[in-house]
């Protein structure tokens, strides 16, 4: 048994958007054992916190692990191959878990990689943050980003995907579960945004089939008819939505249903019209001004956000820029205490895994940052005043 004593830090309380001051951490095994004002009890290694703050490790809900962000997608893909995206995706997790974010969700590498990465992990094969994978992201043949994509277009063919996801992840030995679909186009692909890829009947098929076999839906959904059939299927997380009219937007709280914005990037590609073809720059230009609108309509009706980042996207790296979605979010009128609850204690809880990740309590993973002062003053705290990573109690 290796235990692990934090003294007298000032530890972050996300669910309660507060701080315990002086407080004792004792780690046992990876897992959060004890916190206490004093804690008696001899551990292997002490760490005199006095003064320093502790935050849980950064959840990112949106990571495309094989991407690095210095090109286009897609065009990464088609010259380097699934070999090195797969190398990529190592060092991705490797610089992510460095960087601070403990829990990354991977939501679409070419050729179901990521499984193999989330393995990796979970074996201690490679170091680097937890990796919930969706495989490659499941989208018809009209598609965004088919270099990452399972191709399906009829019903036999989406449940046929879903299932070859389920295989993937029982061998594996991934227990978060999730699939993600390509419901629209995007910003950065040649398609049209427009309409939805499937209809309502194969959305509630999708849906139905996943939760049937204990799996969760993630969907990437741009334009409003897009977004308005996924919500209406209630599709689990909209990735970037960034245009939803009210009643939508109750009826996501309705359904308990989870935006996942993905600001950043767009601002990035907005503002990339010395890198990007003119086109991409235009499209994320139009997103970003429905996104501002959006979160905040979104914010004021009480939906569920949770922080990803679409970390790997053109010029949006190196991994991770969860901190730097952070500032955006503030930026667009978020509190800080919000935030930061959006990429731990929210992110774990849509996840399905509040009960071992997203927030300092006993019984948790000990997930943690240790930083020079306090991120609810300034997030800039996150990157500037990190001195020290945690993710299983082992530092990084
Ligand atoms: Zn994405």
């Given at each position: ?11 972050l ?23 206490a ?44 191959g ?20 403990t829990?990354?969700?991977?939501v ?7 499984y ?10 490679i ?21 990452i ?11 046929v995907?879903i ?21 629209t186009g ?100 139009m997103?970003?001004?429905q ?21 790997g ?10 901190f ?8 667009y ?27 300092i ?28 990573v ?7």
């Amino acid at each position: 048994m290796s235990s692990v004593l934090f003294r007298q830090a000032n530890v972050l309380d996300v669910k309660n958007r507060d701080i315990k001051k002086n407080t004792d951490v004792l780690v046992k095994d990876g897992v959060i054992t004890a916190i206490a004002g004093h804690i008696a009890e001899a551990a292997d290694q002490v760490v005199d916190a006095a003064g320093l703050y502790l935050a849980p490790g950064a959840i990112d809900m949106h990571v495309h692990t094989s991407w690095d962000g210095t090109a286009i997608s897609e065009d990464m893909d088609e010259m380097y191959g699934p070999f090195q995206a797969f190398l990529r995706s190592v060092q991705t997790v490797e610089s992510t878990l460095k960087g601070g974010v403990t829990t990354i969700r991977d939501v679409g590498a070419p050729v179901d990689l990521a499984y193999e990465t989330a393995l990796a992990v979970q074996k201690g094969w490679i170091k680097g943050s937890r990796v919930i994978p969706c495989g490659s992201a499941i989208q018809s043949i009209y598609g965004h980003v088919p270099s990452i994509g399972t191709i399906a277009n009829t019903k036999d063919e989406l449940l046929v995907a879903i299932r070859q996801k389920k295989k993937l992840c029982v061998k594996n030995a991934i227990k978060c579960q999730w699939i993600k679909i390509m419901d629209t186009g995007g910003a950065a692909g040649l398609e049209d945004i427009g309409p939805s890829m499937y209809d309502q009947e194969q959305l509630q098929f999708i849906v139905h089939e996943a939760h049937r076999l204990h799996m969760k839906v993630a969907v990437h959904a741009v334009s409003i008819e897009g977004i308005i059939e996924c919500i209406k299927a209630g599709i689990d997380t909209i990735e970037h939505g960034p245009d939803i009219p009210d009643e939508y937007l109750d009826m996501m709280k309705e359904k308990n249903l989870t935006l996942v914005p993905t600001l950043g990037i767009y601002k990035i590609l907005s503002e990339s019209a010395d890198s990007l073809p003119a086109f991409i720059v235009e499209r994320s230009a139009m997103v970003t001004r429905q996104q501002r609108d959006t979160f905040a309509r979104a914010m004021k009706r009480g939906v569920r956000i949770a922080l990803g980042t679409d970390a790997g996207s053109p010029n949006w790296g190196p991994h991770p820029v969860a901190f730097k979605e952070m500032l955006v979010m503030e930026d667009y009128g978020m509190s800080r205490e919000d935030v930061i609850a959006s990429g731990t204690i929210t992110a774990a809880e849509v996840l399905g895994m509040a009960d071992e990740i997203g927030s300092i309590d006993i019984g948790k993973r000990a997930d943690l940052l240790l930083l020079s002062g306090n991120p609810y003053e300034d997030l800039h705290v996150f990157t500037d005043g990190l001195i020290r990573v945690y993710k299983d109690g082992d530092p990084f």
